[in-house]
């Protein structure tokens, strides 16, 4: 299996501002997700992220509230941006390897927001 | 639109007893994959076990099996000889074979208490 890590694990963030994650795999892999998981809950998808192009997001998301990117096929940035205390949660990254159909999950982002 | 329903918010098992978490589905796909997953508190989701819905046979990963009733879409977890490491929530998830269809429907956990 892919070995994720996430930066940072953990942030206190002023509402208002934004902060940016980090997903990085140790091999290339054909697909990468960003979830959100609010406390006690399941994970809910934000979007895919897509290798050079616009991430394609769920009802509910939008660019303008956490644009992501994804440069090559190792790495994803996730920034939730104008943050309120409605975006405290845990922000996961998974992959799907080549040839594989599971995903395997980032240790995650643990965020508060006050 | 495929559902999972995990219909026990939360389970307690004795430690080196057998527990069994139940996961159902609604879909109307014939080829689909299942998958088991387990988050410890403050933890790294990790997959525990997977099926493929092609296969007949049940899916065993040491302790962990699966019970695949393909005709009435249940996916049940089964562990056996329990420790006290199993405890956390326990996810199950679906997803499509269909070509490009990558994501995963998640239901909402099941929370695994191991008891001394």
């Known amino acids: 299996s892919a070995v994720i890590s996430q930066k940072p694990s953990r942030d206190i963030c002023q509402r208002g501002t934004s902060l940016t994650i980090q997903c990085q795999v140790d091999?290339?892999?054909?697909?990468m997700f960003w979830y959100r998981q609010q406390p006690g809950q399941s994970l809910t998808l934000i979007a895919t992220a897509n290798q050079g192009s616009e991430a394609t997001y769920e009802s509910g998301f939008v660019i303008d509230k956490f644009p992501i990117s994804r440069p090559n096929l190792t790495f994803s940035t996730l920034t939730v941006s104008n943050m309120s205390p409605e975006d405290s949660s845990i922000y996961l990254c998974?992959?799907?390897?080549?040839?594989?159909?599971?995903?395997?999950f980032g240790p995650g982002t643990r965020l508060t927001v006050t | 639109a495929q559902t999972v329903t995990q219909s026990q918010p939360e389970m307690s098992v004795q430690e080196a007893e057998t527990v069994t978490l139940s996961c159902t589905y609604d879909?109307?796909?014939?080829?689909?994959?299942l998958f088991w997953y387990k988050q410890p508190p403050s933890r790294q989701m990790i997959l525990v076990i997977r099926q493929e819905a092609y296969k007949q046979q049940n899916a065993t990963e040491n302790r962990f099996s699966v019970n695949f009733q393909k005709a009435a879409k249940s996916f049940s977890l089964k562990i056996s000889d329990s420790q006290l490491g199993d405890a956390a929530m326990y996810f199950c998830?679906?997803?499509?074979?269909?070509?490009?269809?990558?994501?995963?429907?998640f239901g909402t956990g099941t929370r695994l208490k191991v008891l001394a």
């Open positions: 998830a679906y997803r499509s074979a269909m070509h490009f269809t990558y994501k995963y429907i």
């Open positions: 879909t109307s796909e014939s080829d689909y994959y």
């Open positions: 091999s290339q892999v054909t697909m």
């Open positions: 998974s992959v799907t390897a080549l040839g594989r159909y599971e995903q395997y």
